[in-house]
């Protein structure tokens, strides 16, 4: 399918933009569905936060 737009859209970029807008509105409508506990939210200076701080270039 993005073969196809990419094909119609000749602008890959903004084609790639406009997509992962969308995905990350999607994906934000389905966690704060799934989770429904405002302080599940909270970011708090803690181990955990530093890990995924150090873990997230590396994936």
């Known amino acids: 399918?993005?073969?196809r737009i990419i094909r119609d859209y000749p602008a890959e970029?903004?084609?790639?933009?406009?997509?992962?807008?969308?995905?990350?509105?999607?994906?934000a409508f389905v966690a704060l569905a799934?989770?429904?506990?405002?302080?599940?939210?909270?970011?708090?200076?803690?181990?955990e936060l530093f890990g995924m701080h150090l873990k997230g270039p590396i994936i």
Do not use: G
């Open 1 to 3: 399918m993005i073969v």
């Open 13 to 27: 970029h903004m084609v790639t933009l406009i997509s992962c807008t969308f995905v990350t509105l999607q994906s």
């Open 34 to 47: 799934a989770e429904r506990d405002p302080n599940a939210w909270k970011l708090r200076p803690d181990l």
